[in-house]
């Protein structure tokens, strides 16, 4: 077990010489291998928390299971794997309150969305007209101006892109910071045979 000597200093290989178990741990006798310090350490055995999970995907929404260590610190806008799916935390509640960030021990529950895919909405202009569309995209999938989209059989050209910061006339963004793509339809010219 490697760990810093309360003698040299120095993090090193320490041997355990015995040890037993004590309420919430464990106690060991320890000897540092680089100084040769004998001494003991409580070392706390981590409980797991089990938390309520509201998981949603769209306009869907789930009650599932979350397990961490009761220490972990959970975040708004931290990405963590609910059932094997990579999912976004949008909001904690801790011990009746909304918070940003608490210890796993005092969640009640966590609101999340998947993320291992994105939706990413666009506007198409087609003249006087204008349409909604949406792409499920991967969230680190670049979209940039100038890239040509398939929507459902149509094609567009992107021309702007709307993130929570800023709109970008010039260069891409990753989905998972797109707010809206707005495209203009290409025109498709149909040959006659």
């Not at 935390?89 to 969305?113: C, F, N, P, Q």
């Not at 909405?121 to 940039?144: C, L, M, Q, W």
């Not at 970008?168 to 498709?188: F, L, Q, S, T």
């Amino acid at each position: 077990m490697k760990l810093v000597c309360p003698n040299c200093g120095k993090e090193s290989e320490h041997e355990i010489v015995s040890y037993k178990e004590v309420k919430d741990g464990v106690e060991y006798v320890l000897r540092c291998r680089n100084c040769g310090y004998t001494y003991r350490k409580v070392i706390k055995e981590e409980k797991m928390k089990d938390i309520k999970v509201i998981w949603s995907w769209r306009d869907k929404s789930q009650v599932k299971r979350y397990s961490t260590f009761e220490d972990d610190v959970i975040s708004v806008g931290e990405e963590i794997r609910v059932d094997g799916i990579n999912s976004l935390v949008t909001a904690i509640d801790s011990r009746g309150k909304r918070v940003e960030r608490a210890r796993a021990g005092d969640v009640d529950t966590l609101w999340v969305k998947r993320f291992d895919r994105v939706v990413v909405k666009v506007s198409v202009n087609r003249g006087e007209r204008t349409t909604s569309h949406e792409i499920i995209a991967s969230p680190d999938e670049e979209f940039y101006i100038g890239d040509i989209i398939d929507l459902d059989g149509h094609h567009a050209v992107i021309h702007k892109i709307k993130t929570e910061e800023r709109f970008i006339h010039r260069g891409g963004a990753m989905a998972r910071e797109i707010v809206r793509i707005y495209a203009k339809a290409i025109r498709e010219v149909r040959r006659k045979h």
